[in-house]
């Protein structure tokens, strides 16, 4: 694995052993990344089941303000620590040990509001929708915020409120990629 594009370009990231963390691929993280284009320049990124951070890290190279990285696993939070040393993104980034999507609202106190947020939760363990819609009842999106969901085919990835709304769903090898923008 390793940073496509920006200020960080061709850095290698490190990633575990085994499948108990599944990074997105460079081949999807760049498709994500063309699709979104100069919309990450200044963001606010808060990337959820971060994993290795890999996707948190390529904004943050491609301009994005600052990033919050969050995960549940011990293991995944030392490595987006590597990765952050590795890049020297330190000064930009926060790592945050949370269990998702039920204590999400303890993310307030690193931003009010995230304008861009990648999510890539364990496949086929409902945890799209809920997150989602915990995002929306804490007050975590900001208008226009863009949502970027790594999913299996088989989890839906269809939010209660209705300000969600889907702007594409893009198939890469087993899983879907799906791009929404929040409206207040």
Not at 41 to 47: A, K
Not at 72 to 95: F, T
Not at 132 to 146: K, Q, T, V, W
Not at 151 to 159: D, G, L, V
């Amino acid at each position: 694995m390793r940073i496509i594009a920006g200020g960080r370009r061709g850095k290698k990231l490190k990633s575990p052993a085994g499948m108990t963390i599944r990074p997105t691929s460079d081949r999807t993280r760049e498709a994500v990344f063309n699709i979104l284009g100069r919309e990450i320049s200044d963001r606010t990124v808060l990337d959820l089941f971060a994993g290795t951070g890999a996707l948190g890290i390529e904004a943050l190279s491609r301009g994005a303000a600052a990033a919050v990285f969050v995960d549940g696993s011990h293991q995944a939070i030392r490595i987006i620590h590597s990765n952050l040393e590795i890049c020297g993104l330190y000064d930009a980034a926060k790592v945050c040990r949370l269990e998702l999507p039920r204590r999400i609202g303890a993310l307030k106190a690193f931003n009010p509001t995230y304008d861009l947020v990648f999510m890539d939760p364990p496949y086929d363990k409902g945890l799209v929708s809920p997150t989602l819609n915990r995002l929306s009842e804490h007050g975590l999106l900001a208008n226009r915020s863009r949502i970027v969901i790594e999913h299996s085919e088989s989890e839906s990835a269809a939010p209660e409120d209705p300000g969600f709304v889907t702007d594409s769903i893009r198939k890469y090898g087993k899983c879907l990629v799906t791009i929404m923008t929040y409206m207040l």
